[in-house]
């Protein structure tokens, strides 16, 4: 069974008084297996946004359904939906999400507090990942004291303390530099070899062609697929970049 499957989602939005529809979503199905590494591709507004956060439980679609693990998010109780976010979700954004009050080590433990999770199990959790990312000599900064670099290993270190199922990552390499985004990719390829599933949205063709599948989003649907197979990084960006400029002279349909 797979451990995400989306099928047939339409979200449409609706203004105040019902006089105007925007069709962010029309129909999009799709499965990614346990241990798989997916990134999803599109222009601006078409439709990743939304996409992503109804898979984050976020946002509700106005058809179809997502099922996690065989659990339809739609059935959850809206007073359950932030423990269940909280305990099969990890989230790593853009602008990493980081409270300034909280110590670095803080805000990693943050999802583990709200758990309630006893101090023992919290520390023992964090030291191999902090080892891991090469944090542990930052825990008792705060995110204004620290790099961008450093900042998003906070936000992946968050994400992964309370061992999810699925990683999403939204724009993860938005605000890094050239030598961050390079570090923060080689983290995702080690983390997802170790198990971890991993769906992230980007617009980058470099952090896309990390990735084991890109899904590309047109028009609120998906529109095309391309699997790595046994492609090397070059061969896989470049693979992405002639699909991107074949769908947008109309090409490539999958």
Known sequence: MPLLEVSDLQKIYTS?????????????????????????????????TTLLNILAALDQPTRGEVQLNGKNLRSIKEKELAAFRRDNLGFVFQDFNLLDTFSVQDNILLPLVLAGKAYNEMNARLQPIARKLAISDILAKYPYEISGGQKQRTAIARALITKPQLILADEPTGALDSRATAELLRLFREINDEGQTILMVTHSITAASHAKRVLFIKDGAVYHQLYRASMSTAAM???I??????IATGGARK
């Open 16 to 48: 105040r008084f019902g006089a105007n529809q925007v069709q962010a979503l029309s129909s999009v199905s799709f499965q990614v297996e346990r241990g798989e590494y997916v990134a999803i591709m599109g222009e601006s507004g078409s439709g990743k």
């Open 237 to 239: 960006y470049q693979k």
């Open 241 to 246: 970049s002639d699909t991107l400029t074949l």
